[in-house]
């Protein structure tokens, strides 16, 4: 009793409670930017008949008198609003109070996975805690159309979560629950994608506990499932947006997009270590040439904290792994795969 604030209850309970305070004063915004064709103006969330067809088409068709082609297929983010819709209509308070919900799970995830990792309460407390209060959220969690990234989160982080408890031991009925939390997230953004590496990662990261019955072995060979889930949704994207992925065509070179992102990532690592100068529109200038001074000093700079970041898998697995995942998780916003309408964006970053 002397030491109830100890308890791992009381510390998730305080992550979560953060994770609402900090950002309840998002719950006086309205609809702005794309909720206003996405939730106002939008007919389709307003029969949950319409259902099916958010799973046969990408996310802007589906609106009335939609702009041309996209490359968003994302039908976990349509039901969230039908489901919303079915229970606020357009009051754009319950909207809010879905996504500040979304962001609390997500936290009290972060927190949970964390004790797993590290085997400690204290560390997997100030890690979610800071999570569940950094201001780099903004965007996510008070844009009600930003909540793409926390519903993905919730369900990769599940995903990971259920992973941890199999490869520990804790039975089939584990991977039963990881592998569909693993579908939905790459059925609400694409980010998702990334499970499988870090999956990997994980495997050589962290030794089984002794009273885990564990073949290594094995646990690969698991982890190909979650590649042919992967293989499985980019065929059901790839079909049903079609001609849209051919737009890729239209957007800058692959080259001068990657030296771009070298100092976007640098961005990406400063907001989140100091979050001043917070945007909601980044315009980045694209960089023509690898020989630019900022360029090169970027892809050195970041070069430098990958080598550090390897450097560490002798010496705590903990600080690789945790390095790692920002690293793994970034890779689908590094504008490899072109990023519309900007290159770089807070919301972005919310998984990595």
Wanted: hydrophobic share 50%.
């Amino acid at each position: 009793i002397k030491e109830w604030y100890k308890r791992s209850a009381v510390l998730g309970l305080f992550v979560v409670i953060s994770s609402l305070v900090v950002y309840i004063n998002s719950l006086s915004g309205d609809f702005i930017w794309d909720d206003i064709e996405q939730i106002v103006e939008n007919p389709i969330i307003r029969d949950m008949r319409n259902i099916p067809s958010f799973f046969t088409s990408d996310l802007w068709r589906l609106i009335e008198n939609p702009t041309v082609g996209s490359y968003y297929y994302r039908p976990l983010f349509l039901l969230s609003l039908t489901l919303d819709y079915s229970l606020w209509n357009l009051n754009p308070l319950g909207y809010h109070i879905t996504n500040l919900i979304l962001h609390a799970i997500t936290s009290l995830l972060i927190y949970q996975i964390g004790r797993r990792l590290f085997l400690q309460s204290a560390p997997a407390f100030l890690g979610a805690a800071l999570f569940a209060i950094h201001t780099v959220h903004t965007e996510s969690i008070a844009w009600i159309s930003g909540r793409t990234d926390s519903i993905a989160a919730v369900f990769f982080l599940v995903s990971f979560y259920f992973y941890i408890a199999f490869a520990e031991g804790k039975g089939i009925a584990m991977l039963i629950l990881s592998l569909p939390a693993y579908f939905f997230s790459l059925l609400s953004k694409e980010i998702a994608i990334t499970l499988p590496i870090l999956l990997l990662f994980y495997e050589f990261s962290y030794k089984p506990r002794p009273e885990a019955k564990y073949n290594r072995i094995k646990s690969l060979w698991v982890i190909g499932i979650y590649l042919l889930i992967s293989a499985a949704y980019l065929y059901i994207r790839t079909t049903i947006l079609g001609e849209a992925i051919g737009e890729f065509s239209s957007s800058p070179p692959l080259e001068k997009r990657i030296y771009t992102s070298f100092g976007i990532i640098l961005d990406y690592m400063r907001i989140m270590i100091l979050p001043v100068n917070l945007k909601v529109l980044y315009d980045i200038p694209l960089k023509e040439s690898f020989f630019d001074w900022k360029v090169v000093s970027s892809a050195t700079l970041l070069s430098i904290i990958l080598a550090l970041s390897i450097s560490t898998y002798r010496k705590n697995r903990n600080i690789f792994f945790t390095s790692i995942w920002f690293f793994i998780t970034i890779l689908p916003v590094t504008n490899i795969v072109p990023l519309k309408p900007t290159m770089m964006a807070e919301r972005y970053i919310y998984i990595p």
